[in-house]
């Protein structure tokens, strides 16, 4: 089982990890007007999932924010997701409120088996590793990072120079 740490105390990552070059997991979330969304509503773009535990703590809100910026300047090739476990009414909430139009929350508090089959399922606390996978326009996943200390910020650059050489 791998692990992450959570303000240094260590966190057990449940599921399994996905291989870079193989076929992305399919999933199933829900948008924040209660409709399903799934792998295939994506096909044929560049798909950045962006898993943070909750968008109402400091991190991952300003992760999200940067994320939203960098959306805008995309191509429409290129899709931006977040993913947390927080309700699909607080994740609309949040995005009124922070002026988040560019990235679309999308919310795992069903079962949790999206973190599941990424491998990014904090066991302690039942949300989600902050982690960012990138998925090809053929549905192989391209890249993927797990943030060891889940109170820091992602490496942006490194995800974003995967999304520069799908799009």
């Excluded at 997991?25 to 560049?46: C, E, H, I, Q």
């Excluded at 999206?114 to 399922?121: D, I, N, P, R, S």
């Excluded at 109170?151 to 650059?157: I, K, S, V, W």
Aim: glycine share 6%; charged share 20%; aromatic share 8%.
């Amino acid at each position: 089982m791998n692990t992450v740490t959570f303000k240094g105390n260590v966190m057990h990552l449940e599921g399994t990890l996905p291989a870079e070059g193989a076929k992305a997991p399919d999933f199933t979330l829900t948008a924040n007007d209660m409709s399903p969304r799934s792998l295939k509503d994506y096909a044929g773009k560049v798909l950045v999932l962006v898993c943070v535990p909750s968008l109402d703590t400091p991190v991952c809100d300003m992760e999200v924010r940067r994320f939203n910026t960098e959306a805008a300047s995309q191509s429409d090739k290129v899709r931006i997701v977040a993913v947390s476990r927080d309700l699909p009414f607080a994740q609309a909430r949040w995005c009124g409120a922070a002026g988040v139009s560019a990235v679309e929350t999308l919310s795992d508090y069903r079962s949790g088996a999206f973190a599941k089959t990424y491998g990014v399922l904090l066991k302690e606390l039942d949300l989600l590793a902050r982690s960012i996978f990138v998925v090809a326009p053929d549905g192989t996943l391209a890249y993927s990072q797990i943030v060891p200390e889940v109170t820091n910020e992602p490496d942006y650059a490194a995800a974003l120079a995967a999304v520069k050489k799908l799009a």
